[in-house]
């Protein structure tokens, strides 16, 4: 079992910064590929980007590639989304998930947080 809570949300300007932190319990955390994905209202969610089990490998979605950056911090069971360069179509809540595939599929993680709010304002 691996439990996530994610924080680091809020309300930020267009062309501002972020980051989102994800904790994650148990000692299994480093067996799993971890995932970001971001729901906004009226849609489906959307695949963010994801990290391998060491942090190696990241690899992201089109319309966030360049902009965000997913790390992880094994020894400390966390992992980071940095965003930059945010746009108002950025506005979702913001999960973080976990898998032992990473992929972009949300079905292929097993474990999910609860998801923080972003809102981004023009």
């Known amino acids: 079992q691996v439990q996530l809570v994610e924080s680091g949300g809020g309300l930020v300007q267009a062309g501002g910064s972020l980051r989102l932190s994800c904790a994650a319990s148990g000692r299994t955390f480093s067996r799993y590929a971890m995932g970001w994905f971001r729901q906004a209202p009226g849609k489906e969610r959307e695949f963010v980007g994801t990290?391998?089990?060491?942090?190696?490998?990241?690899y992201y979605g089109d319309s966030v590639r360049g902009r965000f950056t997913i790390s992880r911090d094994n020894a400390n069971n966390m992992v980071y989304l940095q965003m930059n360069s945010l746009k108002p179509e950025d506005t979702a809540i913001y999960y973080c998930?976990?898998?032992?595939?990473?992929?972009?599929?949300?079905?292929?993680?097993?474990?999910w947080g609860q998801g923080t709010q972003v809102t981004v304002s023009s």
């Open positions: 998930a976990a898998g032992v595939v990473g992929n972009s599929l949300s079905s292929d993680y097993n474990y």
């Open positions: 990290i391998s089990r060491s942090g190696g490998i990241t």
